[in-house]
């Protein structure tokens, strides 16, 4: 047999040794790259596992001031925090939202004053605070798209004015981002960022969190398919995100994430701007209980599916692992 059979282009070359599969990487994570997302509950030194999102635990301000402090430590740059609101304290149009001394918002001011240089991400939507779980404010049945701008419009200063860097829209309403920014602009919040859920889907892999949150079981048939996205829709997500930069959005969400790597690819493709993924509750929880069965190795696909949000494009990811990660991260760079 002549060796002029065998290719001269041999792809396998490159992937001999380790050295050399190093050299031609084209995709890196690092710790800068991690957003982690904290859940808050009142009271003092305590902290609650999820049940839904093994490893993950809602912890009292104080615990979180300390979970910040890991933060620091990993290097991780943001993290975001979402309350979980005694059902006592929600009602119809999620009044305490609008309240600058609600949960949200002692959290903010507890973490910014001992960790001022972490980075602080909040949501803004009523879900946490409204006694139906829906992200806005319901008139004659229906999800009413500019009373709720309102009340978001006000949420969004108040937690500025605790010291949230990052205000991170995740309610769909039409309309917000503009108005937000402007509320932010007019309570002299210039230099606050917004990160917009810009490709918010209608998604199953949302069920962990809503346990977490605890809200959300009483949603009714059509869930909030009347203001997140279609998972069919990839067109109508490129609008939504060309509609929020118009608006002003610094940093646009897609989430899901996993399912979801194309919207995200073609977001960046097309904007060119920074885009962030969501590996949301229902991801961190397959990858976290198949691992927890002995069926995946847990390392090895979180850190594969972390990267493989790097190499569709994100610049950020938003996940459950974050410290975990970070803490593989750091470890590898230490031996090197
Ligand atoms: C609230 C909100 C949700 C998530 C982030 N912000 C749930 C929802 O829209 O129902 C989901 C996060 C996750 O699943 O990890 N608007």
Request: with cysteine; proline share 4%; aromatic share 6%.
């Amino acid at each position: 047999m002549s060796r002029g059979q065998y290719p001269a282009t041999r792809m396998r070359r490159n992937r001999m040794t380790s050295f050399s599969r190093r050299l031609v990487a084209e995709t890196t994570l690092s710790v800068d790259d991690l957003i982690w997302p904290m859940f808050v509950i009142e009271g003092s030194d305590s902290a609650e596992s999820v049940d839904s999102m093994p490893g993950v635990e809602r912890h009292t301000i104080d615990r979180l001031v300390a979970q910040a402090g890991i933060a620091v430590e990993l290097r991780i740059p943001v993290i975001a925090i979402f309350p979980a609101i005694d059902a006592a304290l929600k009602d119809e149009d999620g009044s305490l939202a609008r309240d600058g001394d609600n949960l949200v918002c002692r959290a903010v001011r507890a973490v910014k004053a001992a960790h001022p240089d972490l980075g602080i991400v909040c949501d803004v939507a009523l879900d946490p605070f409204t006694s139906h779980g829906h992200d806005g404010v319901l008139r004659n049945g229906e999800i009413a798209n500019d009373d709720t701008v309102e009340i978001l419009c006000e949420q969004a200063v108040r937690q500025a004015n605790a010291g949230c860097d990052i205000i991170a829209p995740s309610d769909m309403m039409d309309g917000r981002v503009g108005a937000i920014r402007a509320a932010l602009d007019d309570a002299g919040h210039q230099n606050v960022q917004i990160m917009s859920y810009a490709a918010k889907y209608a998604s199953g892999f949302y069920g962990p969190f809503r346990t977490a949150v605890r809200a959300g079981a009483t949603l009714g048939s059509e869930g909030k398919s009347t203001y997140q996205m279609d998972p069919a829709n990839s067109d109508e997500a490129m609008h939504e995100i060309a509609l929020d930069l118009a608006e002003g959005a610094d940093i646009v969400i897609v989430k899901p994430g996993m399912p979801y790597l194309d919207i995200l690819a073609r977001a960046k493709a097309e904007f060119g701007v920074p885009c962030v993924a969501y590996q949301v509750s229902g991801e961190y929880t397959m990858i976290t209980a198949a691992s927890d069965k002995g069926w995946l190795d847990h390392d090895r696909v979180m850190m594969e599916s972390l990267l493989a949000f790097k190499r569709a494009g994100a610049d950020g990811i938003l996940t459950y692992f974050a410290p975990a990660a970070a803490r593989l991260l750091n470890d590898r760079q230490a031996k090197a």
